[in-house]
Every structure is written in structure tokens, then in C-alpha cells.
């Protein structure tokens, strides 16, 4: 079979922005670009992101592009003779498969404070009942199934249409309406009267809290900040690598990309945190702040009902568009290893998916005495453990490793790959880093990722 292409470059930069955008530019780049001295380290996250993400992202649009399969048969392409490489591409695929397990019940979170928004559901409520609400959604089972349900089947229905009149078709719309979005409730954050010590908070640079943090975590959090932002390490960038053409060069591309995920996190910044100082309520991380923080900003603010249904519109395209790009590389590496069709795989992916996620969305209330790894964790906190803190930082270092050393792709056929076309080049003198530098800074990530976890 004739490999599928994208209708367009803008289709391409658009789905592969939308993977790298998800919830976690929204309910965490804000807080700790604001507790890390504002713009001090949004400058310092830039840096990392050129030196950190950048890198590993062309390496993995790179592998796509020239082997034009999926993560699970990439390897067997680009080094049949190098036999041991394939196990990653399995990793690769399981990890998916993982991410999925949780994010598609988060993503039905978002839907299900959508549909409460806009029918009115907080309208009235102090501020003990608004947070209630998120306690009683998480202890009902069948609410949380029903709306993973209907996210999963929603996401393989758009897959099972076709690449160009399904998945680039809703998600070139769908991340267009989520920019328009954002920049509209933003501007209406900045211009709130009292918002001005929130926009002081998260954009001027504050040496003294920098300071009181220690320059050594600021580091470490933009780094990390940096690195995890893109959703490196399980393919899922390799994927669109293989559905475009040569006419551009892939580290143009890469900046393209890292340029609209940065945009999407600091603008998110701009939403939250101004209106939290404007309205007088403490700045919190995580999913307080979306489901309980934020729900009773909008109960204060004027026509909060209207504003609190455009930021869930805005988080479920955020959520949404990476279920669509995370269900796009299952489908493909299911295509690659069965020669079934589109519309099979995505029928018996479907019905995988959803009892996959099951534990997760059980993990709250029926399955809430399973507590994995320390006390107080959820089956969610411990899948999301083993795809932010294992699969995605060796994933990457195995990508960079093979790309860089003759044991792998080697750097010249990785750069021979990611330089053709129009655009930025890769200087010859990145070689050193790449190889050296890069791996032992991304296994520094690793293990200080592992440290922290259980300290």
C-alpha cells in the first residue's frame, strides 16, 4: 500500500503541535514559571528547549520521514542488519498505549466541566460546593467511564475517517479555534482591573525568588519544563515525520513546532494567573487549579458562565488533539504489523483502548485501595510515573543514541535525512553535543526525575 500523506505543511505543523500541547502546558507551566522568577525562567526554559527539545524532536521527525513507517517497524527499515533497535520501537508502541490508559479519562474530565459550565451547573454555588463537584465526579465510576468513553470513541471515529479528511481535517479546525481562544480570554484577563500583580508574578523577572528557589532547581525545572514539553520518546513525532514530504528542512519544522506549543504556555499563563490575583484566590498547581480554583473565578467574574465554557472548550481541544495524535500512531504501527485496514484497526483499537483505560477511571472509586508505588498515588498517578519519568526521557535517549552513533543510524544518515529541503541546516559541529553532551544531560533528567519522585 501507498503510504498516506498530509494535505499540507500547515496540517503537518498544526497535528504535531497539537500532540505536544496538552494539559500539562495549561495547569503547570504557569505556576512554576511564576514560583521560579517569571520571565528569569521562561528565558532559561527557551534555552533548554532550542538545546534539549529541538534536537531530539528533528532526530525523531527524521527517523519517520526517511524510514515511512511507524515507531514499531522504523528500526527494521532504516538498520535491518542492526537487529537488537527494534525492542524500543515495542516500547515505543506500549507507551502509547499507556499514555492513553490515563489521558483519555483526564480529557473526559475537561469534556464533563464543559458540558457542566455551559448548562450552568456552577452557577450559584459558594465556594465549598464548586469544590465538591470535582469530588463527586471522580467518586462516581460511571461518569468518569461514560465520558472516557465517549472521548475514545470520538478520537478512533475521527482517526477511522481518513488522515486528510479526518485527522488533519478536525485538527487543523480544532487548534485554530484553541489559538482564537486563547488569545481572546487572555486579553480579557489582562485587562481585568487587579490583574496587574498576577501579569508582575508571571512575566517580570524576579531575581529574589530565583534566589529564595535556588538557581540550581530553576534550572532543573526549565529544564524539565523543557524536555517533557514535547512529548518525546514514544514516536509520536516520528509519525507525522512520515506523512510529509522533503520540500522543507526538519529542524525548521521542529522550531515551527516549538514555537506554537511555547506560545500555547505562555499564553495559558496569561489566562490563569492574572485572573487568579485579579479575583484575589491563591495560585495553585495541578488539577486544583483547573477543576476548583478556576471554576470559582469564573463564578465570580462577570458573564463567568460564558468564560468558564470557552476555557473548556480551549482545554478539551488542548486534551483532544493529543488523544487524536497518541490514537494516529497506534493506528499506524496496528496498519504496519497487520496489514489490516484503517477502519479495522481503528475498530479493534477502539474496543482495546477503552478497557485499557478502565483501571485508570476506576482508579478514583472502585479500584481507589490500589495505591501504586507510595501512599496516596492512584493506578492515574502511577501510569502517568511510567510514561513522564521512564519512557519518555530513555525513550528519547535511545532516539538521540541511534541517531548519533554507527551502532545505530549514525549521524551522517540522520543528517543527511533532516537537512533536505528549504530551511534551517544542521551544522557539523552539533555532532559533538548531540552525541556526548545530549545523552548525558537527558539521563541527567532521568535520574533526578526518579530522586524526586520518591524523596
Same mark, same amino acid.
Given at each position: 500500500m501507498e503510504r498516506e500523506k498530509l494535505g499540507s505543511r500547515l496540517g503537518f505543523i498544526l497535528l504535531s503541535a497539537g500532540c505536544a500541547i496538552g494539559i500539562g502546558n495549561v495547569w503547570k507551566f504557569p505556576y512554576v514559571a511564576g514560583q521560579n522568577g517569571g520571565a528569569i525562567f521562561i528565558l532559561i526554559y527557551l534555552f533548554f528547549l532550542v538545546i534539549l527539545g529541538l534536537p531530539v524532536m528533528t532526530m525523531e521527525f527524521?527517523?519517520?520521514?526517511?524510514?515511512?513507517?511507524?515507531?514499531?517497524?522504523?528500526?527494521?527499515?532504516?538498520?535491518?542488519?542492526?537487529?537488537?533497535?527494534?525492542?524500543?520501537?515495542?516500547?515505543a508502541l506500549a507507551g502509547n498505549y499507556l499514555l492513553m490508559m490515563f489521558y483519555t479519562t483526564v480529557c473526559g474530565w475537561?469534556?464533563?466541566?464543559?458540558?457542566?459550565?455551559?448548562?450552568?451547573?456552577?452557577?450559584?454555588?459558594?465556594?465549598?460546593?464548586?469544590?465538591?463537584?470535582?469530588a463527586e465526579m471522580i467518586a462516581n465510576p460511571w461518569s468518569l467511564i461514560i465520558c472516557m468513553g465517549i472521548v475514545v470513541v470520538a478520537g478512533f471515529a475521527v482517526c477511522a475517517v481518513g488522515l486528510q479528511n479526518g485527522l488533519e481535517r478536525i485538527t487543523k479546525w480544532m487548534m485554530l479555534a484553541l489559538l482564537c481562544i486563547m488569545v481572546f480570554m487572555a486579553i480579557n484577563s489582562v485587562i481585568t482591573p487587579g490583574s496587574e500583580e498576577g501579569i508582575r508574578f508571571y512575566l517580570?523577572?524576579?531575581?529574589?525568588?530565583?534566589? *529564595?528557589?535556588?538557581?540550581?532547581?530553576?534550572? $532543573?525545572? @526549565? +529544564?524539565?519544563? *523543557?524536555?517533557?514539553?514535547?512529548?518525546?520518546? $514514544?514516536? @509520536? +513525532?516520528?509519525?507525522?515525520?512520515?506523512?510529509?514530504?522533503?520540500?522543507?528542512?526538519?529542524?525548521?519544522?521542529?522550531?515551527?513546532?516549538?514555537?506554537?506549543?511555547?506560545?500555547v504556555a505562555i499564553t495559558a499563563g496569561l489566562i490563569i494567573i492574572p485572573s487568579c490575583f485579579a479575583f484575589q484566590v491563591e495560585v495553585t498547581a495541578g488539577p486544583s487549579l483547573i477543576f476548583i480554583t478556576l471554576p470559582n473565578i469564573f463564578n465570580a467574574m462577570p458573564l463567568g458562565r460564558f468564560w468558564g465554557s470557552l476555557f473548556f472548550v480551549f482545554m478539551s481541544f488542548a486534551a483532544f488533539s493529543t488523544v487524536l495524535a497518541v490514537f494516529e500512531n497506534i493506528i499506524s504501527a496496528t496498519m504496519d504489523l497487520t496489514g489490516w485496514s484503517r477502519k479495522k484497526s481503528c475498530l479493534i483499537n477502539c474496543g482495546l483502548v477503552f478497557v485499557l483505560s478502565l483501571p485508570c477511571a476506576l482508579g478514583f472509586n472502585v479500584l481507589s485501595w490500589i495505591e501504586p508505588l507510595k501512599a496516596g498515588n492512584t493506578i492515574l498517578d502511577f501510569e502517568d510515573f511510567l510514561v513522564s519519568n521512564i519512557l519518555l526521557p530513555l525513550g528519547s535517549l535511545i532516539f538521540v543514541i541511534y541517531c548519533t552513533h554507527s551502532l545505530g543510524w549514525g549521524w551522517d544518515s540522520f543528517v543527511k535525512e533532516a537537512n533536505t529541503g528549504k530551511g534551517i541546516k544542521i551544522p557539523e559541529w552539533m555532532k559533538f553535543y548531540c552525541a556526548w553532551i545530549l545523552p548525558a544531560v537527558i539521563l541527567l533528567l532521568f535520574i533526578v526525575g526518579l530522586m524526586t519522585y520518591f524523596q
Open positions: 527524521a527517523m519517520g520521514r526517511s524510514a515511512q513507517k511507524s515507531v514499531v517497524q522504523i528500526y527494521q527499515k532504516l538498520t535491518p542488519n542492526k537487529k537488537n533497535w527494534f525492542w524500543h520501537g515495542k516500547a475537561m469534556l464533563k466541566y464543559f458540558i457542566d459550565t455551559c448548562s450552568g451547573q456552577f452557577v450559584g454555588l459558594n465556594t465549598e460546593e464548586v469544590s465538591s463537584r470535582f517580570m523577572p524576579d531575581f529574589q525568588k530565583a534566589e *529564595a528557589v535556588g538557581w540550581g532547581n530553576v534550572i $532543573v525545572n @526549565a +529544564m524539565n519544563q *523543557a524536555f517533557f514539553t514535547l512529548s518525546l520518546g $514514544v514516536g @509520536a +513525532m516520528a509519525i507525522f515525520g512520515s506523512y510529509i514530504g522533503k520540500d522543507h528542512s526538519l529542524l525548521l519544522e521542529s522550531v515551527n513546532v516549538a514555537c506554537l506549543d511555547t506560545f
